[in-house]
């Protein structure tokens, strides 16, 4: 077996355990709210604060800016090179009434997720820049990733590849922009 044949039958699943299990009520409103803040209110808002901030907050403001376009510019190609279908498609989720944004063509595709990779590439850009706010900043990322998994959106493998790549993107636009 193939090392991609192995990732998706694991990612299929580990898809079915999760659309099987019944999280509390708690975390499946935090999971609705982390999927819609990835979809970019949260850094829209955060852009602002550090608009007002200064010169500092702008440099900052312009990396996290720059690390997003990066990110987007990548994505693209690769949701293109792949075609992975998302789990959503297979099936309506049980608790979740949650739909892919179709903005562009390449949303239709899973690999590598959007949401996922915008928020570490934008959540490392700023937090390395502002350190305090850097565990506050990698949680929302991972609370971003993880709640495109738990309501259908992706795979495992889809999130935590959009992850590394974003916070890679993050880490080098900072050292180029920042530093």
Known sequence: MSVLAYVNDS???ISGRVWDWRPPRWLRLWMLWATRLGDGWLWA???LLLLA???AGQRLLSAGALAAGL???LLVPLKRRFRRRRPCE?????LYEVRPLEFFAADRFSFPSGHAMNAFAIGTAIGLGLPALLLPL???AGSVAASRVLVGLHYVSDVLAGSLLGAGIGAVVYGVVVR
């Open 11 to 13: 990612d299929v699943r």
């Open 45 to 47: 808002g955060l852009g």
């Open 53 to 55: 901030a200064g010169s």
């Open 71 to 73: 990110s987007n510019l």
């Open 90 to 94: 297979a099936g309506r989720h049980p």
């Open 138 to 140: 990698a949680l929302i």
